[in-house]
């Protein structure tokens, strides 16, 4: 090969790569992340939370966002859950992916909740006295009428508060439930024992400005220690008169908000959702979470 026909290939190729770099480039972020086209500019400046401020949403990765939001619309499409409760008839549909939104006139606060059950025709564990069920990350967020998501409660700041009810919550009957802080910040809790549940929530309720809220999004991630669990939860909310009001026969100072689909504990850490928004309100604005991957603001 000539000089000539050597120095026209390697400009060829020097020009080929040019064009290679600049579409390279085009496809990723100065982070060196790659650029999400699903991510809409308008949804991720509405999202608030404890670890991003609004206007500067964390990198993320192109296949974050539809893994959690997916598995946070199928959580709250009725009928899908993964089992029912022991003892309970939940044909009366008294929570189960309803929504009730927004919040009741004149109130300002809502919490946070889970319950997990024996899962309803399956063998009890022989060491279920020995079980424990793990909770980390529960975090409420309230969806303003502006459009912008708030956190309102996380379960690094005030703990998990909670007891063993009756399947039913007939009498508001309960027992104690033992629980143990975690170094990683994580709570464990006993297993439900026969005849009981464990319904817990973060200790401090959320507060917000009356007339001000019309959704919901509550996330937590949960697991049990048992290699062969037979034990089902559900998340959802309530909403509160106020910050202080007590229960009341009735539920008339906290009528349910509702609860995603019962979803079966493994020994596996897994992530709950539930949210009173529809999934086109929930894909067009998502709260901050199902933006991201990292683990640090669970």
Request: with cysteine; hydrophobic share 35%; proline share 7%.
């Amino acid at each position: 090969m000539g000089f000539k026909q050597r120095r026209r290939r390697i400009l060829g190729v020097v020009a080929w790569l040019a064009v290679l770099g600049l579409v390279v480039l085009d496809n990723f972020s100065s982070s060196g992340f790659v650029i999400d086209d699903q991510v809409d500019g308008s949804a991720a400046s509405h999202a608030t939370g404890s670890c991003t401020e609004a206007s500067s949403p964390r990198p993320m990765q192109s296949s974050a966002r539809p893994s959690a939001l997916s598995e946070a619309i199928d959580q709250n499409t009725r009928g899908k859950s993964q089992g029912y409760p022991a003892g309970l008839s939940w044909d009366k549909g008294v929570y189960g992916t309803t929504a009730l939104k927004p919040a009741p006139s004149g109130f300002s606060a809502l919490t946070g909740w889970g319950v997990v059950y024996p899962e309803a025709r399956a063998p009890v564990s022989p060491n279920a006295a020995g079980n424990t069920v793990e909770i980390a990350g529960f975090t409420t967020y309230v969806h303003l009428t502006d459009g912008t998501w708030v956190e309102v409660q996380n379960q690094r700041r005030g703990g998990i508060s909670g007891g063993h009810y009756v399947v039913d919550f007939s009498n508001d009957t309960h027992i104690p439930m033992s629980q143990q802080a975690l170094s990683d910040g994580s709570v464990s809790v006993a297993a439900p024992p026969a005849g009981y549940n464990d319904h817990f929530w973060p200790t401090v309720r959320g507060t917000f400005k009356p007339g001000t809220v019309d959704g919901v999004f509550v996330e937590a991630r949960m697991k049990t220690n048992d290699p062969n669990p037979h034990l089902v939860v559900q998340i959802g909310a309530d909403w509160w008169l106020n910050s202080t009001a007590e229960y009341v026969s009735g539920f008339s100072n906290n009528p349910v908000v509702g609860g995603n689909n019962f979803v079966k504990l493994t020994s596996q850490w897994q992530t709950l959702y539930y949210t009173s928004v529809s999934p086109k309100e929930l894909a067009a604005n998502p709260p901050v979470q199902l933006l991201s991957t990292s683990p640090s603001c669970q």
